[in-house]
């Protein structure tokens, strides 16, 4: 038994509980250690009906008296009942777990643990986990692991599995050498990987975690370190002039580009023109207006007569710079040819879309992951631009790269990072900042309020929609599932529209909508055919429909700051005054708080700065981060020092030992390629 065995080489591990833990990611010895908890649940004792609290994850001791009942609502089971303990009770459902009919005995005593949710008048406990009493007992001493859910893996088979691997792998020697993990004050892995799925307490679990963290920045640095290897000082073979039509671009738009965007784009293009290939970060808050950059820089690529191509994380996204781009283009009078390549684009569009990329008919390409797929054959790709990229992986943005001779680079990020961070995580990006937003634009203006505040803010949004503007609204988070969370977003817009004239079109996104329904919803609302859009957080990123004034997210407090100023962000990009209207259902100071320094800033940066100060240890899990800077265990904000201690010892000894083979670092060495084989792909840098 090895790291790299699979799991069936475990007892009790058959082909099918393999499967289970496929749809994890979890294929290996090694996957199952490194499936680390998302965050630590410490139990608290059970409490009465009468103490609970919309939006409060709670645990309950009682008995169920009538038989659980069970039935369909559209595609999903629902199992309802009522839990009684002493004079009081409380209603509880279930989605798609009909079997618990059967397995919850009447009149016995269990405890159920989950959230607490308020429909109409009534509270209700939703989707709880069920413990006998002894077993929930036991669990209130621990910190309790809480892993990313996936159907049909539960907590015990994970413990279980790991168990034996723990106990049945060899970890006598550490791949990180004594000396290092002496002058870093690093547990050993052994210790790490253990604490880290069964910590007794918060000082070993935070001990475990340095480790790992420690090992997570390490291999990605020494990662980054050998891909700029391959590549350095690559001298391109195509030599670039100022293109025309850039002028014509910048003459013919709506506004005047601000300082900070005619400086970027100067670099850029002076950077263009050099023979050396260009490798740049343009990094700028939300609403600085990157857009317009990587179009005069495609313009510049398409004007030279070669291809650029833009790489963006969604279909929404993509569509909407492709249509921004024709419109643009078509309004100054300029002949440039672009293709949308998406996904979902059908067969036979998707076959006319790479005859003409291959052709070299078109000379612009904007698109999603489609772009790097092995079919797509470019005519003479010398432009790469990946927009919101910290939500493509190092090798998909490499892997786009290799599509052309060594094209110039070119990275679009909204996130808040300081300087020296960037520079040790881009490792040889030369990094741009737009740091000024359009002068006519108005600074959002917040709200932080508490649910009593909906129908107030519901008014509010209707005097805006009366004024000719439109609305976002966040839905409630659920992580139960997705399909509760889809289901939550149509509840949610089905009950808004009866408060709301029918001259007001309510309408919703959510991930699992097959791309053409979002496409479609989307460009309703781009054209004011919608006026209020309910939606998950799959609008996040990039959106731009400036008519757009009111965001009001649900749940705020379950949100990272960093995602709530990137929704927030999908407001306050025309000239009208836009509101972010942050609601929250927790009676906590520690919220408020965190809730207050977006309520007082519109700045990514001091948001980022702020956020880390008010953030404990205890804050290292908990809140989702949304891919920003998304590593499986690190954050790069928290962890600043880590990483810069990971980034010296890295330094160090590919000094000492470039090809890392001889005695002290071989095994760091076999670590990177496994690492940069499967792990590099994932990460959203
Ligand atoms: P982001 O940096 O978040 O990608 P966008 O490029 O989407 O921002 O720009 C946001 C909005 O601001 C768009 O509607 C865009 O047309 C507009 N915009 C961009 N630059 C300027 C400018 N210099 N003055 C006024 N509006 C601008
Ligand atoms: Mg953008």
Redesign the pocket.
């Known amino acids: 038994m090895n790291r790299q065995s699979p799991l069936t080489a475990l007892k009790g591990i058959g082909e099918k509980t393999a499967r289970v833990f496929a749809k994890a990611g979890i294929f290996t010895l090694e996957d199952l250690l490194e499936y680390y908890p998302r965050s630590y649940d410490s139990f608290q004792e059970p409490v009465m009906p009468s103490s609970l609290r919309d939006g409060q994850t709670a645990a309950v001791c009682g008995t169920i008296e009538k038989p659980l009942s069970v039935r369909r609502l559209n595609r999903y089971q629902v199992t309802t009942g009522k839990i009684r303990t002493g004079s009081e009770q409380i209603a509880v459902t279930w989605f798609n777990m009909p079997y618990l009919r059967s397995t919850i005995q009447p009149g016995c005593r269990y405890v159920f643990r989950g959230r607490v949710k308020q429909k109409g008048q009534n509270l209700f406990l939703q989707q709880p986990a069920v413990y006998d009493l002894y077993e929930y007992a036991s669990r209130t001493r621990q910190l309790q692991p809480v892993y990313p859910l996936v159907s049909g893996l539960t907590l015990n088979m994970l413990r279980k599995a790991l168990q034996q691997t723990l106990e049945g792998l060899d970890f006598s020697s550490d791949f990180l050498p004594e000396q290092i993990r002496q002058r870093r004050d690093l547990a050993d892995y052994r210790y790490a990987v253990s604490k880290i799925h069964f910590p007794r307490d918060e000082k070993e679990m935070l001990a475990a975690r340095r480790r790992l963290v420690f090992d997570e920045f390490f291999f990605f640095i020494l990662g980054i370190r050998k891909l700029k290897e391959a590549r350095k000082e690559v001298c391109h073979s195509y030599v670039l002039k100022p293109a025309e039509d850039t002028d014509r671009l910048i003459a013919g738009l709506p506004?005047?580009?601000?300082g900070a965007?005619k400086k970027v784009w100067a670099r850029i293009e002076a950077d263009m023109q050099k023979p050396q290939v260009m490798a740049r970060l343009v990094q700028?808050d939300?609403?600085?207006?990157?857009?317009?950059i990587a179009f005069l820089a495609l313009l510049m690529a398409a004007g030279n007569g070669g291809q650029g191509a833009l790489m963006v994380p969604t279909e929404v996204l993509a569509r909407q710079h492709y249509e921004a781009f024709c419109a643009l283009t078509r309004k100054c009078g300029i002949a440039c040819r672009a293709v949308l390549l998406t996904g979902s684009l059908k067969a036979s569009e998707k076959r006319d879309a790479y005859s003409r990329i291959e052709s070299g008919e078109a000379s612009v390409i904007i698109g999603t992951h489609a772009l790097i797929q092995e079919k797509v054959r470019y005519h003479r790709l010398i432009l790469v631009i990946t927009d919101e990229q910290h939500r493509f992986g190092v090798r998909q943005r490499e892997a786009l790269a290799y599509k052309g001779e060594q094209p110039h680079t070119l990275v679009m990020s909204?996130t808040p990072i300081p300087r020296t961070l960037a520079v040790i995580l881009y490792g040889d990006l030369d990094v741009s900042v737009i740091d000024e937003l359009?002068a006519?634009r108005l600074p959002i203006k917040n709200c932080v309020v508490d649910t009593g505040f909906r129908e107030k803010a519901y008014r509010f949004i209707g005097k805006e929609v009366a004024a000719g503007h439109q609305a976002y609204i966040i839905c409630p988070m659920v992580e139960e599932s997705e399909a509760i969370e889809a289901e939550n977003v149509t509840d949610y817009a089905e009950s808004l529209r009866e408060h709301f004239p029918p001259s007001v079109c309510v309408e919703y996104l959510h991930g699992k909508m097959k791309a053409e329904e979002k496409n479609e919803i989307m460009e309703r609302f781009v054209e004011n055919r919608i006026q209020i859009l309910v939606s998950t957080t799959v609008i996040e990123v990039?959106v731009?429909v400036?008519n757009a004034t009111v965001m009001m997210i649900e749940n705020a407090e379950r949100f990272g700051l960093a995602q709530l100023h990137q929704l927030r962000?999908r407001v306050g990009?025309?000239d009208s005054q836009s509101y972010c209207i942050m609601m929250h259902s927790a009676d906590s100071e520690a919220v408020k708080k965190r809730l207050e320094i977006l309520n007082r800033s519109n700045d990514g940066f001091e948001i980022a700065r702020k956020d880390l100060e008010l953030r404990g240890p205890g804050d290292l899990f908990g809140v989702r981060q949304s891919g920003i800077l998304d590593f499986q265990i690190a954050d790069p904000f928290a962890d600043a020092a880590l990483m810069q201690a990971a980034n010296e010892e890295a330094e160090k000894i590919l000094e000492e030992d470039p090809s890392l083979s001889g005695e002290t670092y071989r095994k760091i060495g076999e670590k990177l390629i496994s690492y940069m084989k499967n792990d590099m792909e994932n990460l959203n840098i």
């Open positions: 506004y005047q580009l601000t965007q700028g939300v609403g600085s207006g990157k857009t317009v909204a359009p006519s990039g731009n400036p962000g990009r025309g």
